[in-house]
């Protein structure tokens, strides 16, 4: 059973930075595609980034040149690194995995996270 714990939300101003967090436990694959996703009140989840077990990424294109997506494969970490926030970038941010797949074509994420939110202020 794989378990996902997100950290690193917070309140900025617009233009600030944060660092996302996600600390992944449990029995993990050799392959795998990890993302973010986030939600705003009243709006649908959208996929902000993934990143596969081969380093592979794809971004929304709202966020593209603005957020970055890592990973720390030896801690099974997760990050988010979030520059130049927007107050459209307000929502509870989640991580999710899926194992034994890639990122492309889109999978369905069987394990998510609590959630983390981000509120940026204009």
């Known amino acids: 059973h794989v378990q996902l714990v997100e950290s690193g939300g917070g309140s900025v101003q617009a233009g600030g930075s944060l660092r996302l967090s996600c600390a992944a436990s449990?029995?993990?694959?050799?392959?795998?595609?990890m993302g973010w996703f986030r939600q705003a009140p009243g709006k649908e989840r959208e996929e902000v980034a993934v990143i596969d077990s081969d380093g592979s990424t794809r971004y929304a294109d709202s966020v593209k040149g603005r957020l970055t997506i890592s990973q720390d494969k030896a801690k099974n970490i997760l990050y988010l690194q979030m520059n130049s926030l927007k107050p459209e970038d307000t929502a509870m941010y989640y991580c999710?995995?899926?194992?034994?797949?890639?990122?492309?074509?889109?999978?369905?994420?069987?394990?998510w996270g609590q959630g983390t939110q981000v509120t940026v202020s204009s």
């Open positions: 449990g029995y993990i694959y050799s392959s795998y595609c």
């Open positions: 999710a995995a899926e194992y034994l797949t890639y990122c492309d074509p889109r999978p369905v994420f069987d394990y």
